[in-house]
């Protein structure tokens, strides 16, 4: 990873991407990319994850298969002439100089500063060795077997109804509420809108305690608006890894034009956004080993706001 020099606003520069694509009419974190595989880097097979994953995703190629200069480089390759670089954006933990006020001794602390570097896709590239390519994307499993597994691993799991039909998180009896499947297009629209509904439930105070699903009321819009953004991103990385595309969209145009409204006015929330959903995806598929880097960065996010 070879971060670049240049002191520039990250937040903005992420911000300015996704506002990019909705003006074009499409919505980020709703394209899907169960054809191309999840981004991962070629090199360290890593797959990226928060909001690299769409940044990455939304770019088109065959294959979201990601080096850096130095890293194409290193295996003997090199990037076409004319091809343009695409943004990752990752967290530098900084050490900070703190003063106490009683003795006015110092003391330090490490904080999370958001950077980024540049990569290439493989498509991009020339004279890669042949044993990076062709990088073979893994067969699919059945979605819906893999979207009731997800279900199942997802620890304190609230109770599923299925009652009417209206789609909703019940956040003081904690419980979920669906129509039957039959009322969805089809069965992977159904499961998008339970994830979505699911990522909700993990700001329940038994699991994560997310501040804005707590506060969120007809009274507190921007509580409301910053969890429903949450609940949008995470109900997409879920279905990233159960591969089903099932999004369902009534009011193409007024959506779009809510979320350019809320990142025009705040830099900062769509980066915000991406960590909490990250962190709540990670809960469902009880991946615990980044939620404290993560609880540390949101904690950060929301002191700068």
Known sequence: MEPTPKTRDVFTLVTNRIIEDLEK??????????????????????????????????LGYEQNVFLTYNQVKDLGGSVRKGEKSHLVVFWKWVEEDTKNNDNASESKKTA????????FNIAQCENIPERYTPLQIPTKNDPIEVCDEIIKRMPHVPEIRHKGNEAYYHPFFDFINM???????????????????????????????R?????????????????????????CYL???AGIDGWDFTNHVAYIQGWLEKLKNDK???????TQAQKATDYILNHRGQEEAETVIIKALQNAT
């Open 25 to 58: 009419g499409t919505i980020p974190w709703k394209k899907p990319w169960t054809d191309s595989g999840l981004p991962r880097n070629l090199v360290s097979g890593k797959a990226y994850r928060g909001i690299n994953v769409w940044l990455l995703n939304t």
């Open 112 to 119: 999370p500063l958001l950077r980024y570097y540049l990569v």
């Open 179 to 209: 129509p039957s499947k039959e009322q969805f297009i089809n069965s992977e629209t159904y499961y998008g809108t339970l994830f979505h509904e699911l990522i909700h439930s993990t700001g329940h105070q038994s699991r994560l305690s």
């Open 211 to 235: 501040k804005e699903l707590q506060t969120a009321t007809p009274n507190n819009f921007e509580a409301y608006s910053q969890e429903e953004l949450t609940a949008e991103i995470g109900a």
């Open 239 to 241: 279905s990233s890894y």
């Open 268 to 274: 900062r929330c769509i980066v915000y956004a991406s």
